[in-house]
């Protein structure tokens, strides 16, 4: 007799996730393992963190710090206005139409960054752009005059806001709308003004929404490379765009410090993305 | 207030937004001097090098989604179906595109297919098409898997299948013809959003080196005045499209469904 009861006990259920373990084994864990390992080899093939020291030339740093601060910035302008909009659309009083249209056009502008949105942005703001003129003639206000530069830090930021923004959006909506109206009507019946309402009420239960959809937008800025290279042509020097030139032609001239570059990204994002994590199942605690 | 405030909200994002808009919109229309007209967008579509590098792109977005829909669909199922316990798990997998960046899974593609390793996808041009296919799958997996988990949350799993299997179906005839309806605008949302990722696509394109889209974007960007703009509003138009069709495929779900 065979041992059916081996046969039966083996895991024959898994051999219906194969094709997809094996598609995420090549194309995504595989891959990523090999550049995180290739950070931590020297050229002998031994294990090393040498690599991870040579990170600290001013040139990385820099890059580093650029990207780092570039995405903090439009994280938090896109938090602030993305969350303004979305109080103004649910509780605001504002006519029922006015929220389908502002999730459908939050669903397009967020799906819309990249190059499209970085040649959007010079059509606007670029020396011969729509507003640029707009200002010039109307105003009598030359913004390049007064010093303005598209590829600068502020100069992106403003491209990143335009995706940031309709995330927050789409992000942020579904937790106000978790606010019960009971709460609000306990707090004053309570005696509450809406300024202690919101202070001592709503904010502390839309808070970990608010710092994990925030991690969330930092995390989504710092990893993206498309915009920024249209828009500067690889000249500003972020840490995904020092990534890039180094996959094209290995700049840096250690293939290994391109490998460590790649591993403090995945760090960077990976710590963004846990605090969103964990935000977001605090935030689960009192909005189901 | 609370009104004005909202109305002031709602204006600051009207003017944000529509500003560059309406800003590229004016911009793609001045090609001819003193006067608007369409001579960027002619110019565009009359440039061979478009013609061929966004049909590549729509080839490409397609095949991702086919590729796409016959990874995740069998496996949401069957996970949903076999293997509920490891949800989390195949949760924590589709997730992972969106915390390690693009570049750095192009990077490791460079890596590990390279024409000296054991797999060298790199060294055809085929083998590189088969290769950024999958990568564009890997970066809409976590929208495709979403979609499709929560579509098949709707409907009664067990049943349905243990219906067809009673009348003699099998696993290829209960997904193909039970199933994949049942759950068929989730998949077409799942496809639609798929192919707005796809189609401007630049990083793996252009670490891969393939004549795709965003490439030709970018090349546009560097060396034309006018066109870049109009691309942007196609580009503006076919992402919207793409939303609308997801909205319009939610909304026809609805009415179809059966009251219980």
């Known amino acids: 007799m065979r041992s059916s009861r081996l046969w039966r006990a083996l895991p024959w259920n898994g051999l219906g996730i194969l094709p997809f373990l094996l598609f995420a084994l090549l194309f995504l864990l595989l891959p990523t393992a090999n550049i995180v390992a290739g950070a931590f080899v020297d050229d002998a093939g031994g294990f090393t963190l040498q690599n991870i020291f040579n990170l600290a030339t001013p040139e990385i740093i820099n890059a580093f710090w650029l990207s780092i601060r570039l995405s903090f910035t439009s994280a938090l302008i ?9 109080l103004a659309v649910v509780l605001g009083g504002l006519p029922r139409w006015l929220r389908g249209i502002v999730m459908t056009f939050s669903g397009v502008t967020s799906n819309f960054a990249g190059v499209p949105l970085a040649f959007a942005y010079v059509a606007t703001l670029g020396r011969v752009g729509f507003v640029t003129l707009l200002l010039r003639d109307w105003f009598g206000v030359n913004i390049y005059a007064l010093g303005f530069n598209m590829i600068s830090f502020w100069g992106l930021v403003a491209a990143y806001v335009f995706f940031q923004i309709p995330l927050m959006v789409l992000i942020i909506t579904p937790a106000i709308d978790g606010l019960k109206r009971e709460w609000r009507e306990a707090a004053e019946v309570l005696g509450a003004t809406g300024g202690q309402y919101w202070r001592m009420v709503a904010l502390p239960v839309l808070g970990p929404s608010l710092l994990g959809t925030l991690a969330l937008l930092f995390a989504n800025a710092f990893g993206a490379v498309a915009t920024a290279i249209a828009l500067t042509g690889s000249l ?6 020092l990534l890039f030139n180094q996959i094209r032609g ?3 001239q250690d293939p290994h410090l391109g490998y460590a570059l790649a591993f403090g990204m ?3 994002t990976g710590i963004s993305n846990g605090v969103y994590v964990v935000m977001r199942t605090r935030a689960e605690r009192w909005i189901k | 207030m609370k009104r004005i405030l909202s109305w002031a909200a709602i204006a600051v994002g009207v003017v944000y937004f529509f500003l560059p808009l309406v800003g590229m919109l004016e911009f793609s229309l001045k090609m001819r001097r003193g006067e608007y007209s ?20 729509v080839l490409m977005a397609c095949l991702t989604i086919v590729f796409g829909v016959l990874v995740v669909v069998p496996t949401v199922f069957w996970v949903r179906l076999k293997l509920p316990r490891l949800r989390p798990f195949m949760e924590f997998i589709t997730l992972l595109p969106l915390v390690i960046p693009p570049i750095v899974i192009v990077f490791g593609y460079i890596r590990l297919f390279n024409t000296s390793s054991w797999l060298p996808l790199t060294g055809s041009a085929l083998g590189t098409d088969f290769l950024l296919m999958c990568g564009y799958a890997v970066l809409a997996l976590p929208y495709m898997y979403r979609a499709v988990d929560t579509g098949l949350a709707a409907i009664d799993l067990r049943t349905l299948t243990e219906a067809a299997q009673s009348l003699g179906a099998g696993w290829i ?34 670490l ?44 026809f779900s609805k009415h179809t469904r059966m009251p219980h």
């Open chain 1, 78 to 86: 896109g938090c602030a206005l993305g969350f303004a909009i979305a």
């Open chain 1, 250 to 252: 290995d700049v840096l």
């Open chain 1, 236 to 241: 500003l020097s972020i840490a995904p765009i």
């Open chain 2, 38 to 57: 369409l001579d960027a967008y002619r110019s565009v579509m009359g440039d061979p090098q478009f013609q061929a590098t966004f049909g590549y792109s």
């Open chain 2, 173 to 206: 005839t209960v997904l193909a013809r039970v199933i994949l309806p049942n759950v068929l605008v989730a998949v077409l949302s799942g496809a639609f959003l798929t192919f707005a990722i796809v189609i401007g696509e630049y990083v793996f394109a252009a």
């Open chain 1, 266 to 268: 995945i760090v960077i």
């Open chain 2, 208 to 251: 891969l080196d393939r004549p795709a889209f965003g490439p030709y974007l970018v090349w546009a960007g560097g060396n034309k005045a006018y066109e870049p703009a109009a691309l942007a509003v196609m580009t503006f138009a076919l992402t919207w499209a793409c939303m609308m069709l997801i909205q319009l495929a939610t909304k």
